[in-house]
Structure formats: structure tokens, C-alpha cells
């Protein structure tokens, strides 16, 4: 009994928290774009080896190492962004959120591109460039909900932000994109993820305009 009531008071309070947090206008767009953006490359992820199978003729392996490669695009697009991102900062209090939308406009050519390609060198390009941009958000994603937060809540924000991310946009990607697969073609699901990384985008930039008031009233105690 008394575990059960722990746990209840454990959800009570993040309940609260989360109302909370859930008041302040950027962070609730930052959240909604970033769920997006983690769906979009849950599903790329999920079923790319698959795609190149299928719907490029690749073997087993090449598909296999094509996705390796472009792992080395994701690993230099969470250090350029967070750099980026930095950098704008010092230009501009909504910097980071402006390349965080930046990446993901950029990726939606690039992943435009990676699905028409056939196999060969622009499909590598593609591929990478894919992973690159896709990664920009994840380290000024983290220090701008910081930003948002009120110092006292910054934890709590983080396990927010994650939670949504992954309970939304990656645990259920993988099974959209298969359902779609199986009432049309695994071509035509993979365009799910695009479409998500167009909403990221648009949210993203709802976000913007908002960042510096919202950032201002958590440091003054004032968020809502």
C-alpha cells in the first residue's frame, strides 16, 4: 500500500509539474516540433534497411553499410549544430531555435533526394546528408528547454520534453510507417517521415518568436 501511494504521488507531482511547464508557449511548440522531428527519424530509421532491400535491390549488407555511413553524418550534425547553434545564440536570443529549424529544413531536400536516388554515390550523399541535418536539433534542443524553464523546474522540463518525445514521435513511428507499408508500398510510407519533418518545421518556427519573452519571464520567475 504504501508503494502504490508513492507512485501515486510520484505521477501526481510530475502531473503537476507538467501543467505547469505545459503553460509556457515556446516549450509546448519546442515540444511539438521536436516530438515530430523524433518521429520523422524513427521512422527513416526503422525501415531504411528495409527500403533499400526492397525498393532499391540492395543486399543485405550494402543496405546495411549504407546505414552505418551515414551514422558517422549523424555524429558530425549533433557537434555542427550545437556549434551553430552557439554561435547564433551570441547574434540573437531565439539563435539556437532559429537552427534547429534551419536542420530541419535542410533535411528535407536532402531526404527528398535520398528516396528518388538510386543506388550509387548521390544515394550515399543523400543518406549522409540526411543523418546531418537531422541532428542539429538535439543539443540546442536541450539547452533551450533549460532556457524556457524555470531554474527550479529545468530537470523536470528535460524528462517532459524526453518523455513526449519518445512516448509520441519515436514509439509509434515505426508502426505507422509499417501500417501505411501495408496498405500501399513501403515507397509511398517512407514519404510519412518527410511529412513529419515538414510539421517539425512549421512548429519550430511558430516557436521562434516567442523564445525570448518566454525565456525572460522563467528567469525572472515569471513563466507561464
Known amino acids: 500500500a504504501a508503494g502504490r501511494e508513492s507512485i501515486a504521488g510520484y505521477v501526481g507531482a510530475f502531473l503537476r509539474e507538467a501543467r505547469q511547464l505545459l503553460g509556457i508557449r515556446t516549450l509546448r511548440w519546442l515540444m511539438a516540433s521536436t516530438t515530430a522531428m523524433a518521429f520523422a527519424a524513427g521512422g527513416y530509421t526503422s525501415w531504411l534497411v528495409d527500403f533499400l532491400e526492397r525498393d532499391k535491390?540492395?543486399?543485405p549488407k550494402r543496405a546495411t553499410?549504407?546505414?552505418?555511413?551515414t551514422m558517422f553524418g549523424a555524429v558530425?550534425?549533433?557537434?555542427?549544430?550545437g556549434r551553430l547553434a552557439d554561435r547564433l545564440r551570441k547574434?540573437?536570443?531565439s539563435g539556437r531555435l532559429v537552427v534547429i529549424a534551419i536542420g530541419m529544413v535542410c533535411t528535407m531536400p536532402a531526404a527528398i533526394l535520398a528516396l528518388e536516388a538510386p543506388p550509387g554515390p548521390v544515394l550515399y550523399?543523400?543518406?549522409i546528408a540526411t543523418m546531418f541535418f537531422i541532428s542539429w536539433y538535439h543539443a540546442p534542443m536541450a539547452v533551450s528547454v533549460d532556457d524556457l524553464a524555470p531554474p527550479e523546474r529545468t530537470v523536470a522540463a528535460q524528462g517532459l520534453v524526453i518523455f513526449t518525445m519518445h512516448l509520441i514521435g519515436t514509439a509509434p513511428s515505426s508502426w505507422v510507417v509499417g501500417i501505411v507499408s501495408q496498405n500501399t508500398s513501403l515507397y509511398t510510407a517512407m514519404w510519412v517521415p518527410t511529412g513529419a519533418l515538414v510539421l517539425a518545421a512549421l512548429a519550430m518556427f511558430v516557436a521562434i518568436p516567442g523564445f525570448a519573452g518566454d525565456h525572460s519571464r522563467a528567469r525572472s520567475g515569471m513563466a507561464r
Open 125 to 127: 550523399a543523400a543518406g
Open 76 to 81: 558530425a550534425g549533433i557537434l555542427v549544430g
Open 65 to 69: 553499410n549504407l546505414l552505418i555511413v
Open 91 to 93: 547574434k540573437m536570443p
Open 57 to 59: 535491390g540492395m543486399s
